[in-house]
């Protein structure tokens, strides 16, 4: 090895890296909600995670809206309406 130091550098700022993503991922993994939607008779479930429990319950509600509603307009309309169930999976 011709440079210790920058091998050294190299592990340091690995474990950092590898310190600071475990460390968001166990914050976002708090509140996780499982939320039902319908609309126009077709109906989806998602699971989600969310640092409070409003990101989590808009970030399921968003995907299982993604997988029935076609369009921005119809999107926008599903993700206003009220689910059809919400389940918390892990509450902090």
């Keep these: 090895m011709k440079n210790p130091k920058l091998v050294v550098g190299i ?23 499982e939320v039902c939607m319908e609309y126009q008779g077709r109906k989806n479930c998602r699971t989600a995670l969310g640092a409070s429990e409003e ?7 968003d995907n299982a809206c993604a997988m029935i509603a076609s ?20 509450r902090k």
């Design 11 to 33: 592990i340091v700022g690995a474990i950092a890296f590898l310190g600071a993503l475990i460390y968001n991922t166990m914050s976002y993994s708090q509140y996780r909600v």
């Design 55 to 61: 990101l989590a319950v808009r970030a399921a509600t």
């Design 71 to 90: 369009g921005m307009t119809d999107s926008m309309a599903c993700t206003g309406s009220q689910p059809v169930s919400v389940k918390w999976l892990n």
